[in-house]
């Protein structure tokens, strides 16, 4: 799997960073893995057609002193259709904006 990895945060930072998730993100039925809409503007043609299997996310997982943003948009209604993909050039870089946000507003040092 691609991903974005940010490590070596401190235990204190972690809480923050699950705080922000909490408000930021859908949480899932386990408390380290959170998912985080592609904006509709910015699914590929695919995923645009498939209305039914909306929303596409990416997930979010939290670890204890790592945070890992997956580079992988799947649908959180289904597992067995065409839309699920890695990302593309655009949905990237919402994917790392959002984390470079994320570092800003909660003041990280990566």
Known sequence: M??????ELPPSKIKEISGFLK????????DQIFWVRI???LLNETQCQHRMCQPHV?????G???LKLELFVRSLKTMRCDCPGYC?????????????EMIAQLNLCT
């Open 2 to 7: 691609r991903a974005y990895l940010i490590d």
């Open 88 to 100: 593309t050039p655009v949905q990237k870089d919402y994917i790392f904006n959002f984390a470079d």
């Open 23 to 30: 408000k930021n993100a859908i949480s899932s039925s386990l």
């Open 58 to 62: 990416f997930a979010v997982e939290l």
């Open 39 to 41: 904006p509709d503007d």
């Open 64 to 66: 204890l002193d790592w």
